[in-house]
């Protein structure tokens, strides 16, 4: 047992770290940082710089474009990335559909849609979830009707997150109306830029409208645009669900967050003493503080069992949990921190480049909206209680 | 021992319901919430008219209530509705007025309770934290009146206002609760300077300064420097308000989320079939009864001559609504899962008013500190 | 809404302290402050003293020997008693199956049975548990065959508590094997000093014996020892768990606790200050004392709702899960106040009369025994878990 | 970074559990846990040959392990069988004799490496809470050697140890850190009194008094006065292995509640068909996790010379524990119901054990407070 990183991991770490000291503008990791809205510029722009350094789709095969980083290197990466105030990545193309092309994908697919993934061509969007069909994607109700060279495609999705920027969108739609449940759906590739299209925002409860509703009234898709085999498409579909995803705990956002936490509650004064000082407040403190430490550990482990050829399956169910649980206490604790300033939204504030002072404590200005954006991470992606059946099924065995 | 609403009650709370179910939808109160001003100022007259400011004030004074019961059941009314608008405000000027007004100040409290006049309470700073006694606002002896310099934070409809109730050191340090002074500030003095400000939970709020204002003797209400025990008894009545609103918009959410966990359908049956929805809420039963029970008994002692009782229920109230309204909101949204981040749906705006509660007056830390260290 | 008592409740509550001034012995009122067992004796002996006074049954009609108190005086009874030490009533015959009898009894069994439970004649035990069928009484396997003028019943009955002391036992037993689910038992009285009952203690985790199984071979019952009629036990058996019972959350218990607990923060030092000015401790103390205070008022709404005319059902399932999680909490505080102390354990200790000096302080012999024995408090008697059910079904509508 | 044992781990792990799987069954357990010396001399005399308390120790002193995966192992090993015995009183002692001991102290470690001889830490006393530094009893000088007065509370086998490892105060005032000095002092000594009596965990402890016991130079460990770095060092091994243990005992009580809840029928079907009990196994199968990971976390920081660092992953473990560790008996009592509540059970004993960890070199409140004071 050895909780060391080895002299090559931290040397990769050391470079990790110095790539984003050189590359990572700064005006971007400020405003991520800040917890303001990023712009489709900040966030091609940041694809596009990873891209050239070879880093983008980091968990694709080398012949695709990828890494053969270890699975502890690539939580090294995107441990780091979020300290230094690193974008998320975009995980549409690169996460999602990039790993099921490369599984299940034809040899033509993968020539054409992966490198327009990696060079930024294309900007994809999910069409997974429909109106009355969220965690039970059996229910689905969108079809596509196969008519010459093309499916025409009729229905509704939902929780489209992006989609107001995607001119590409990989899509569950039931290809065969007698099949039961989840056979007799296809996986199918959907041009966003054309009649019959139609997105329309969602907007959030803070106000933001990062997803969207997609309307799809006789889209056509070429055949070429299937997926695999048409009716097999809840594999493909389970496939990138339980893909294995190295950030799910997200230890690199809470540890960033820790951090802000941490410098906020050393300059609010409560009782003429630091709020850091304040028990009630230092214990919530100590408390999360210590529930990441074992969770960075716990994710360690399984990425080493990765590591060691082992399976991670409802793994990732756990770290799922319990990182969503720590990420929004910390948000709540910002937001807490705030005192009276969580109060004030100014739809301005929330993007950089704002010109006025700002009211309160420079981090009043996002901290009530992200802590309400993010009570999205228990729900989106599986919600924690969809986690929770996963977990006593394969683990527990009940 | 009797629970029940007296017969005046019942009456005033079914008006009030029953003009907000008809006059104040969701849509509507969205739209003036998050509107320019962030109230609706005919729907404000017409709570007025109704009675609902009245209600928080002793008949001896004009209004035709004010008993704890009273204020608890206008402010639970109007969190089951969502309102937002300057009635805080009314209540706890008002409430000033009763405590400590001469028969001149008090001639003002004829325009709060017809709604004519907003007012505004400004006690919280840039640089406290819901403490009573840290003011750094200061009121300087001037000739026969005084100077107004500092700055207030967060101040409800504070843009808005034509009447400020401001804390204001007149003696002694910051942080202490001595030389603590309440006055009366119109809000188009000269040298008051506003910056208005839309809230995340709907309503406004301003950050309003001070620049060497000039008051008249007669702003000074109360007793010079010793307006700590004023102040404690107003923020009293807001906190009993703030719970009862708290305790309205739970269960708002609560019973939204049970009609939603009836009829919405998974893996071909309604999820509120599924053991562990129906054992999280009966769990938020069970915390909504008891925020309750503490609204309750903080009705019961907001007029308690034993100051130590009487805040500690107060405390207790705001420390229970703040916890469990938190909660709520917290379990309603993910309850709801996708459908409950949406601006579209009500409850995502009762469960941002709810947590937003906790950031008024004094926070669930707060009051519990404050409820350990009120000792006997 | 009149949250304060009437002169006339404050006119009684004076009344019962005065009594119970006079009239509890003082040995056994430390005692039960103690946490210390008590012995047959001193609970036939309070019973005694209490049905003198006419106060026993207190909740049973006029006219078979009760009172006329409104529900708001029988928790002021059970309030005052709590705090003076007063001993928990023995239930079995007063509580469970007292109400049986005087609602679905024959003249002759009330005539017979009821006065043998108030003199103290009869001590009754429940007979409702089996081994496999804990809050699932409908798979109930104990067997009554009518033979000539009596039943002869066999079967194995578990939990039942003070077993040890009963002479009596209700008990239910399936007189129809074809009858499904809970038709087909019946509501039968069973004199234990017979051949063929077998009592068995079982111990609890906590070292102490107070439950027991009983074994029924071949037992013979008068025809006469039927309740109500034959297969319409259920029936009967329902009544008696969701029997108004005032004294459900506990709150003269918690009170007591709370009290005990306070003292001994005041005196426990930790970093030579009372345990009681420790941050950690005082807020989980606060804590627990505001839900108290909730609960109390909680409490209070629904007995005020029952003297108003309405009916308590579900309301009692919330009242035990909260006052059980309040119990429990107190339990713990006061486990966790004893430091290491909590670690010996000296079965004398747990009676009184034992003549050696504590271990630590006096509160420390009780105190961890206590704790894990009144685990039982969100089990028995229908665990937190049934009651959530109840709740979800009857208040929710879920 | 490799989270696998190494073969020789392995092995040892391998043959304790096979040992105890067969010569320790819970029936065994409870007889000797609860008997008249509360451990069996016989198995702890097994558990010494296979190499138990070696394992905790390193090379040069004679073991053949003693770093901080060594130690989780076998305390985890012992957690898992629930045992009842002295070897924590081995790893604390032993660890002192490592840490600060002459060479002619350190012969005493082979009595205990080979199970010969029985030792105790006595550190706790009547009127302190967990604190290291809070020291009443007194040794003071005379002659060559030393008087020492003062009363030990809950010594774990304190009644039947051949060797006590006091501490006790050579200077300052109660409090102090500065003035601490640890003494070893035999069982037998004239003037050392003890009151044995069981644990309601199983096993023994003893109050332990000193009536002006006479003690040799060489009794001192260690430097005059400057024993408290040496307590904090001691202790923090116990950390560590508690924090094990407890992490073994709440792998077994989960396993045991699954396969309850697995054949356990209600209703007509496994009980772990429920829902709402599957949401709380899986809950505490997290929590269950975060302990595994605190425990490696005070694993691999046991020997860091950074003592910040150290002392704060050795209190998040066992802060961490401590709650997990109640949450877990709490939860698996329940989830069984009444056979939860019953002697009988296996799972009840692992329950009690878990509870009574959080009662043994400060609790998960101490443990918190000390985590939040110790900073850079």
Known sequence: MDLQFTPEEEAFRAEVRAFLQEHLPRDLAAKVKAGQRLTRFDQENWHAILNKKGWLAYHWPVQWGGTAWTPIQKFIFDDESARAGGPRLVPFGISMLGPVLIRYGSEEQKKHWLPRILDGSDWWCQGYSEPGAGSDLASLKTTAVRQGDHYVVNGQKTWTTQGQHANMMFCLARTDKAAKAQSGISFLLIDMNQPGVEVRPIRTLDGDAEVNEVFLTDVRVPLENLVGEENKGWTYAKYLLTYERTGIAGVGFSVASLEKLKLIASRVQRNGKPLAEDPQFATRMAQVEIDLENMKTTNLRVLAAVQGGGVPGAESSMLKIRGTVIRQELLSLIRRAMGPYALPYIEEAQHAGWGEPPVGPPEAATAAAAYFNYRKLSIFGGSNEIQKNIISKTILGL | ?376
Do not use: C
Not at chain 2, 154 to 177: I, Y
Not at chain 2, 205 to 228: K, P, Q, T
């Open chain 2, 1 to 376: 021992m009797n629970f029940e609403l007296n017969e005046d009650r019942r009456m005033l709370a079914d008006a009030l319901g029953r003009f907000l179910s008809e006059q104040y939808p969701p849509e509507v109160r969205n739209r003036v919430a998050y509107g320019d001003q962030g109230y609706s100022p005919d729907v404000y007259g017409k709570l007025a008219e109704i009675g609902a400011i009245g209600a928080l004030l002793p008949e001896e004074q004009g209004g035709f209530g004010g008993e704890g019961a009273d204020i608890a059941l206008v402010f639970e009314t109007l969190g089951s509705h969502l309102v937002a608008g300057p009635v805080l405000g009314a209540l706890l000027v008002g409430r000033a007025l009763v405590l400590a007004g001469s028969d001149a100040q008090q001639q003002r409290l004829a325009g709060l309770i017809d709604g004519s006049v907003l007012a505004a309470f400004a006690h919280d700073e840039p640089a406290n934290h819901y403490e009573l006694e840290r003011v750094a606002t200061t009121a300087r002896r001037d000739g026969d009146g005084w100077v107004l310099h500092g700055a207030k934070a967060v101040v409800p409809f504070g843009d808005q206002a034509q009447l400020l109730l401001v804390s204001a050191r007149t003696a002694g340090d910051v942080g202490d609760a001595q030389g603590i002074s309440l006055f009366l500030v119109p809000g188009d003095a000269p040298g008051v300077k506003t910056r208005g400000y839309g809230r995340i939970d709907g309503g406004h709020a301003a950050e309003v300064s001070f620049e060497n204002v000039r008051l008249d003797a007669d702003a000074l209400l109360g007793g010079e420097g010793e307006g700590f025990a004023l102040l404690e008894r107003i923020v009293g009545y807001g906190l009993l308000a703030l719970s009862a609103e708290s305790l309205g918009a739970m269960e708002r959410a609560k019973a939204d989320t049970l009609e939603y966990l009836r009829t919405r359908r998974q893996f071909g049956v309604p999820i509120g079939s599924f053991q562990a929805l129906q054992h999280r809420m009966a769990d938020l039963l069970l915390e909504v009864e008891q925020a309750r029970s503490a609204v309750i008994n903080a009705a019961a002692a907001i007029d308690e001559g034993d100051r130590i009782a009487r805040e500690k229920a107060l405390s207790a109230a705001k420390y229970s609504v703040g916890k469990i309204g938190t909660l709520v909101a917290e379990e309603t949204i993910q309850l709801h899962g996708g459908i409950g981040m949406t601006w579209e749906l009500p409850l995502a705006h009762y469960a941002k008013r709810l947590v937003m509660i906790d950031h008024q007056l004094g926070d669930m830390d707060h009051h519990l500190a404050r409820w350990m260290a009120l000792r006997d």
